[in-house]
């Protein structure tokens, strides 16, 4: 039985565009989860980063209907860009031209019978059934250290009809059990775990976009499950910096993910991420050398932020 087809993963335009020779490895989760964004669709997008950016540049190239909603509540927006990536909620930049400007509780009420197709979150941890922790490190809550909080991820995550999470590739975040479940995603993989919760009829975690590779969930375990990999790693690397094992499906249906184009990378660096905020608060770069991606080194950028979860 064939796999079934992720939107954006395999033919696209960007094909046909000039192949750029080196880039972060930020840079090129954006570029993947722009091309995943779905043409005439709604999203919630959450406040920064990689999420943001991946809708805007998606909207810029790929998707030129799709219709965002910031994680304050702001609708159809024609962002004044560059603006600072912190800045992002409840300020002029990322407001401008918004078809309307109500609250988080207004977009959750309006996402609740319907009206927004896809979510996208950052997470800290995610575990094989797409819970997201974003708000405690350790043994809830005698041990462990508070962070960031959800915000209104976990609105994002009950009602939209699908979940799309993005984070860096490593251990300590893919993890069998979250420490705290910050924003539901299968719950406990159980059929109709999150019905049983109280959470509306067929939604929930849709994919796992990172720097190394894209994730769906199988339908019937409702488990992560590995779709595609960069083209500067192997399986065996993907696997190695996690700390569960995912359904890993034959050799010949895991696809290998075009890097990105030049046009992208000009967009994202002159229009988006002008201080490498996000893109280079992680120092690992890719570059073409020997007929082959290798991965490097680098040093950040100087004024780059620490970056986002």
């Known amino acids: ?23 972060a490895e930020r840079e090129f989760q954006v570029c993947i989860a722009a091309r995943m964004v779905e043409d005439g669709s709604t999203y ?22 799709v219709v ?3 994680e304050d509540g702001l609708v159809g927006a024609e962002p004044l860009l560059p603006f600072d990536p912190v800045m992002t909620l409840a300020a002029a930049r990322p407001a401008y031209r918004a078809l309307m400007w109500t609250t988080m509780s207004g977009i959750g009420d309006q ?41 209104g991820a976990d609105t994002i995550a009950s009602v939209c009809r699908r979940l799309v999470l993005m984070t860096d590739h490593q251990r300590r975040k893919f993890v069998e059990r979250v420490d705290f479940i910050s924003s539901p995603g299968y719950l406990d993989g159980s059929p109709r775990a999150r019905e049983l919760a109280g959470l509306p009829e067929d939604t929930g975690p849709y994919a796992v976009i990172t720097n190394w590779a894209v994730f769906d969930f199988e339908a019937e375990s409702r488990r992560l499950r590995l779709r595609a990999i960069a083209p500067f790693v192997t399986v065996e690397q993907v696997l190695g910096e996690m700390g ?34 996000f893109t280079d608060a992680a ?15 680098r040093e950040p950028q100087k004024g780059a932020g620490p970056g986002f979860i």
């Open 111 to 151: 996402s609740g019978v319907g009206y927004l197709d896809y979510g996208v979150l950052n997470t800290l941890q995610v575990d094989p059934y797409g819970n997201v922790n974003s708000t405690w490190l350790g043994s809830y809550p005698s041990e462990g250290r508070r962070m960031n909080g959800p915000g």
């Open 283 to 297: 120092p690992d770069w890719v570059v073409w050398e020997d007929n082959q991606w290798k991965m490097v080194k």
């Open 68 to 70: 965002y909603v910031t």
């Open 244 to 277: 569960f094992r995912p359904i890993v499906p034959a050799p010949d249906e895991i696809q290998v993910l075009d890097p990105p184009t030049e046009r992208e990378l000009t967009i994202l660096r002159t229009e988006m991420d002008v201080r490498g905020q």
């Open 1 to 23: 039985m064939s796999l079934p087809k992720l939107h954006g993963i395999g033919e696209g335009p960007w094909r046909g565009e000039e192949r750029a020779s080196a880039f």
């Open 44 to 65: 919630w997008v959450a406040g920064g980063g990689g999420p943001m950016y991946s809708v805007l540049m998606a909207k810029r190239l790929y998707a030129p209907d």
